[in-house]
């Protein structure tokens, strides 16, 4: 089955700087990669996702990017502030199968002021 | 995805105990994601429903643990005789039946077993 490892386990910026995660997958039918923000006590929230057909997204001050070659995709957010702190979590599904999330362990994300 | 409404928000259960945990779909998902999440970990699949059929259980532990998503009325998952390793937060994530839709996480329910 599908295997999702995430990188890192824990990261901490300065405001205003840039913050990378990385995620790798294992199941070359995944074709469906969104990113989870989780705050503390609150549920999971969609912030963006990516599908196979595309290499790159941006919504703003953040971005993914997707290399299936290599079978990894990233999470990039720049220009970074405190309420970016959270707990962010990728993910990889097959979009046409039971599209269930297996989810990497997450990166608990410190923006300091 | 504010409409994803999970029953009860927290939930304490001594050790024995039967813990039902219900999920109430955005109004016309018929398709639900169960995921367990351990403290400081990520979110693992459980098990997938649609109306009155169970697809995909796959997660599911094979002992204590089912669930079911009827005609009509909430999703249920049900673990019997909890333990203190059944204590985790459990989402429900719910989607309509069209293809390529994004499934939306309800605010979870914290189960802690004493």
């Known amino acids: 089955g599908e295997n999702v490892e995430q990188h890192p386990s824990t990261l901490s910026v300065q405001e205003g700087d840039s913050a990378v995660i990385k995620c790798t997958y294992s199941d070359s039918a995944s074709n469906y990669f969104p990113w989870y923000k989780q705050e503390l006590g609150k549920r999971p929230q969609l912030i963006i996702d990516i599908r196979s057909n595309v290499g790159e997204k941006k919504d703003q001050r953040i971005a993914v990017t997707l290399n299936k070659t290599a079978k990894h995709f990233s999470l990039h957010i720049t220009e970074t502030q405190p309420e970016d702190s959270a707990v962010y979590f990728c993910a990889a599904s097959w979009k046409g199968g039971s599209e269930k999330l297996v989810f990497g362990k997450g990166t608990k994300l410190t923006v300091n002021p | 995805n504010a409409g994803v409404m999970q029953n009860p928000r927290h939930l304490v259960r001594r050790r024995g105990q039967e813990a039902r945990l219900r999920c109430s779909p955005v109004k016309g998902h018929s398709h639900v994601y169960w995921y367990r999440q351990l403290p400081e970990e990520g979110l693992k699949f459980m098990v997938y429903?649609?109306?009155?059929?169970?697809?995909?259980e796959s997660g599911m532990p094979k002992e204590r643990f089912s669930a079911e998503f009827p005609k009509e009325g909430p999703s249920i998952l049900r673990i019997q005789q909890v333990v203190r390793g059944d204590s985790a937060a459990y989402f429900c994530a719910t989607k309509p039946a069209t293809v390529n839709t994004e499934a939306f996480f309800g605010q979870g329910t914290r189960l802690t077993v004493v």
């Open positions: 429903l649609q109306k009155e059929n169970i697809i995909d």
